[in-house]
């Protein structure tokens, strides 16, 4: 019995042995020893690129099984664009009680399905669309100035930066909720949410959920995780609650334009208007905000800025545009809204850096309703599939040089706009009716730090940077590079 189930475990389905897979035992060591992600993908994708005949299909286990993985995007526009055929396969039975599920896998926009998730997205797409609070992304910015001011060394370990600064944006563009990491970054709620966000990721309890549930007895570290989540929880209860109220009695935010008002607060205001979320629904939802939109954006701004310091010619050009649109007076200036949609330059920058390194390394699996066909093969029904957005992003017969960073892709007239499938050939934030909600949010978040960045300092990376040849990136759902330090220097 077990070691049929181990087998199962090991080797792909049969109906599925028509698609090339992964090695088991090494791709599993690799995930555990959280090998780079270039030379994880070298190693047991990119293989697939050098065949002329290959489909772009490969076979990977994930925390249910195997999963069919596509790297081409006329199957990404299959694969995301019919749900129909492709809703998103249940990551939530079987799991209860772990970190995971407590956390982010409950009803929410991130893992709901079917009718109960187009419940929810009718109440979350006008908040996400009234929201673009500029002004409290560019106070942020200067807060984060300050601190980086005041610091004899200017070598700064650029992730950890900016993980504090997109933890205050969303804790307060969220739900109005001020961590203060900028300037605290070892205040105990800053230390409960990195403890519960360490423990989210771990490979372990993600392969062996059972673990979490039943053998914390003899796993204190874990213990003290679920004791911080369960604080976490309590706070964000009492926040909803304190908003709901407020609400009821006339008193919110209502000093603020919509765009600078809370996303609980622009939701609880939508609900007014109709269809509803439950307490456990608007909590899951705050936390799923947190686990999608916090890391994703903080490393999608670290890789920028590395990306910056290792091109200076890109970071130059940067500038120009970022004193063009913003001035060159010697202060700090916080754009406008209109302002963030004219930073052509920028926002190449930024698309480039999402092109090239993705935080987001994969969609979701999806779970085939029937026997189909993708990429000219056979997907029997019940198979799960995801994309690969890393391996697409990064194919050669997709993209001319994948591996150099060229934001000129992405100006008009660019590679990007003469692609024939081009709304398939780049996703960061995936595609279809499960595209990011938080896209612009994260867009507008990321034009409005890095333009007042590139008007207050020049950077570069240290001689003795372990990401002087290529940018290490690592972990299982969202990468993030380790020890990348800048150097900075102050213009004003
Ligand atoms: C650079 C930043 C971000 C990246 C790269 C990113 C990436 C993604 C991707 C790839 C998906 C689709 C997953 C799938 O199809 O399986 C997604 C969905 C989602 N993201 Fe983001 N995201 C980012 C920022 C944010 C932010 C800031 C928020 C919230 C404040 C957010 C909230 C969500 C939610 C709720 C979903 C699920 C949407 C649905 O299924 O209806 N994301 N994100």
Known sequence: ??????????????????????????????????ENTISRNKRFANKLFEDPESNGLYLRPNVKGWEVVVTRPEDAKKLLFKSDIFPKAD?????????????????????????HWKAQRMVANPAFHRSAPVKLFGELTQKLFRVMDNRANKTVDITRLMEAWALDAIGLAGFDFDFNAIENPNSSWVRIYERVDKALVHPFYSFFPKADKYLLWVLPNRKQAHTDLDIFLKMIDNVIIAKKKALHENKSNKHLENSEKDLLTLMLESEAKGSTLSAKELRSNMCVFFAAGHETTANSLAYAIYFMAVNPDVQCKAREEAFKVLGDAQEDIMPTIEQTKSMDYINAVIKETLRSHSPALGTFARKATKDTELGGVLIPKDTMISMDIFNLHHNPNVWNNPDEFDPSRFLPGGEAEKQINNGFSWIPFGTGARQCIGMNFSLIEQRVMLSMMLRKFAWSLPEDSIHKDYLHTTNLVISSAKDLNINFEKLY
Do not use: E, Q, W
Request: charged fraction near 15%.
């Open 1 to 34: 019995m077990a070691y049929s189930r181990a087998i199962k475990l090991v080797r792909p389905p049969k109906a599925l042995s028509h698609i090339p897979h992964v090695p088991y035992f090494s791709y599993m060591s690799s995930l555990i020893k959280k």
């Open 91 to 115: 990551f939530t039975s079987g799991i209860d009680g772990t970190i995971l599920s407590k956390f982010s896998r409950g009803p929410n926009l991130l893992f709901t399905t079917g009718a």
